[in-house]
């Protein structure tokens, strides 16, 4: 699915990252993966697995009586999504100002700004 018409809250973004992180998962997995960060019930689980089904969100496949989840959707793709909101709905379509913001408040590792100054080198020579 490229593209989704509802986006997925903030309870299904925490079941997708699950599910991108680990792969294929069964309502129990998903539950004790989501219990280590907060208590979560079963029955919720199942639930809000049922929902993202419905919506698109994920995929179910029967291996006998147990239902494996997994993701219908890529990272990113709900990553670009939700940027590209950002940029257009708080930084009135400015993605610099959203990079400004980002490095101001927030302090990137060498690594981070070694992979940033390549990324503006690639840019200035249009190979991105």
């Not at 639930?47 to 006998?64: H, N, P, T, Y």
């Not at 379509?93 to 980002?102: I, K």
Request: one cysteine or more.
């Amino acid at each position: 699915m490229n593209k989704y018409v509802n986006k997925p809250t903030e309870g299904e973004l925490e079941i997708l990252q699950i599910l991108w992180h680990y792969g294929p998962c069964t309502v129990k997995r998903v539950n004790e993966i989501m219990n280590e960060k907060k208590e979560v019930g079963y029955t919720t689980s199942l639930k809000m697995l049922q929902i993202m089904l419905d919506k698109g969100f994920c995929v179910r496949e029967a291996e006998g009586k147990l239902h494996i989840y997994k993701a219908a959707i890529k990272e990113q793709q709900v990553k670009k999504n939700y940027v590209r909101d950002m940029i257009d709905q708080v930084f009135e379509g400015s993605p610099m100002e959203m990079v400004v913001q980002t490095l101001g408040n927030y302090k990137a590792s060498a690594q981070e700004i070694d992979e940033l100054k390549k990324l503006i080198k690639d840019l200035e020579s249009n190979q991105i």
